[in-house]
């Protein structure tokens, strides 16, 4: 079954720490594997999208890694801010009919000063 | 939220009426999608479109329909509302199906 697990649940950091957030897939065959931002109360935005030949991809303080023989991907903020307090959600497409991309439920990340 | 607007923003309805929920968008991109995103569990996806009147269904489909008769707009229709649908519905809009997702800005939905 095709499923995206992202690990921790729920995070809390102080302001200007850095953090890792994980992300494991059992999506095959693998097309691309994207990063959500999601304000509470908003849409998500997207952060990085990554193919299978891409390892990593940064915007900003956002870097996003990807080991596609693993299957995982993790994403790291740098220098945290309070508005990165937010829900990160990794997305994965698989090459398969139709549209359907496969979401993780998120890790909630909380920046406090 | 990338020329994309739903409304409403938020409703509250009963029971066993019909709901519509729109997507508007302004971007001319073939895809639209509705997603609904309930605690504990990542969004899913209803239906979505690849074109005028070009339609089908999703991962949670049942009970929901749907109709693009224009390009910018993509109705949901929820035939007869049960509370199990009471969920945050996001709209999304995408050039191709391997390009990236623009998100709307959400509508509140509760079924009383």
């Known amino acids: 079954k095709n499923q995206v697990e992202q690990s921790p649940q729920s995070l809390i950091i102080l302001e200007g720490k850095n953090c890792t957030l994980q992300c494991n897939y059992t999506v095959s065959p693998f097309s691309n594997l994207r990063w959500y931002k999601q304000d509470t109360g908003r849409g998500p935005v997207s952060l990085t999208i990554m193919t299978f030949s891409e390892n990593t991809k940064s915007n900003g303080r956002y870097t996003a890694t990807l080991d596609a023989d693993t299957k995982q991907s993790s994403l790291h903020i740098t220098a945290s801010q309070l508005s990165d307090s937010a829900s990160y959600i990794c997305?994965?497409?698989?090459?398969?009919?139709?549209?359907?991309?496969?979401f993780g439920k998120g890790t909630t990340l909380s920046v406090s000063s | 939220d990338a020329g994309i607007t739903q409304s409403p923003r938020h409703k509250v309805t009963e029971t066993g009426t019909p709901v519509t929920l729109r997507c508007h968008q302004t971007?001319?991109?073939?895809?639209m999608y509705w997603y609904r995103q309930d605690p504990g569990h990542g969004l899913r996806l209803i239906h979505y479109?690849?074109?005028?009147?070009?339609?089908d269904k999703g991962e949670v489909s049942d009970g929901y329909s749907v109709s693009r008769s224009k390009t910018e707009d993509f109705l949901l229709t929820l035939e007869s509302a049960t509370s199990s649908q009471t969920s945050v519905y996001f709209c999304?809009?995408?050039?191709?199906?391997?390009?990236?997702?623009?998100f709307g800005p959400g509508t509140r939905l509760t079924v009383l």
């Open positions: 999304a809009i995408s050039l191709d199906r391997y390009n990236e997702q623009f």
């Open positions: 997305v994965v497409s698989g090459e398969q009919a139709g549209t359907a991309l496969i």
């Open positions: 971007e001319n991109h073939r895809y």
């Open positions: 479109s690849y074109g005028v009147k070009d339609t």
